[in-house]
């Protein structure tokens, strides 16, 4: 999503349903695509990640969709957890540039 | 180490002082980044080492930041005459094969 001015974006969902976090890349060329948590007061933390060359993977509770064509990402979390709550990064780049990091979102969840 | 750790944790300096922030990336990583996350706002590039190349200092926002690493190992993060804008989150990652990066705790640093 985009952010506006200093606020983050924020999805609100109640324990045990389905999240999901978008995120629009900006470089066409870019082949490498990671998702990162980041919880109050720590540095991120790798979640999940997919090359250009797939446009589905998926770990434990979460999976990550890409589309090339819109360059979109959006990463989906089940049955979500008080846990999850945190701001969550998408990261691009392409063969060993650095990372370049999305705005963030704000993922709360209700018990 | 088994992470990547930053020092202080916390910094509260006076406006014009120097700074200087520590990272310790995780043993036998070569690749080493330093970011800056202002509050609310996503991570911005500030500078990347990798092994004994010459440093990428694209994302150096002023003369008044620098940045050194000794071999492979420490790196510190110096921020000349602070300006209260500096107050940030310092985030130094380090990686193994330039793809998945692990991040420290990062130093949060408050100009008064």
């Known amino acids: 999503g985009e952010s506006v001015g200093l606020h983050l974006p924020t999805l609100s969902v109640q324990e045990g349903d389905n999240s999901i976090i978008n995120c629009a890349y900006s470089n066409s060329a870019s082949d490498y695509f990671i998702w990162y948590k980041q919880e109050s007061g720590k540095g991120p933390q790798f979640i999940i990640d997919i090359r250009s060359n797939m446009d589905k993977r998926q770990g434990q509770r979460v999976t990550v969709l890409l589309n090339k064509t819109v360059k979109h990402l959006s990463l989906q979390i089940a049955a979500t957890q008080p846990g999850d709550s945190a701001v969550y990064f998408c990261a691009e780049n392409r063969g060993y540039s650095t990372l370049t990091f999305g705005k963030g979102t704000m993922l709360l969840v209700s018990p | 180490g088994a992470g990547v750790s930053q020092s202080p944790s916390n910094k509260v300096t006076e406006k014009g002082k120097d700074v200087e922030l520590r990272c310790d990336p995780i043993s036998g990583h070569t690749a080493l980044y330093w970011y800056r996350q202002r509050l609310g706002q996503g991570l911005e590039f500030l500078i990347y080492?990798?092994?004994?190349?010459?440093?990428?200092k694209s994302g150096l926002p002023s003369d008044r930041f620098s940045a050194e690493r000794t071999g492979e190992s420490v790196s510190t993060l110096t921020i000349q005459r602070t300006q209260q804008e500096d107050s940030a989150v310092y985030l130094c990652?380090?990686?193994?094969?330039?793809?998945?990066?692990?991040f420290g705790s990062g130093t949060r640093l408050t100009v008064v």
């Open positions: 080492f990798q092994g004994n190349s010459a440093p990428d």
């Open positions: 990652a380090s990686s193994l094969d330039g793809r998945g990066y692990t």
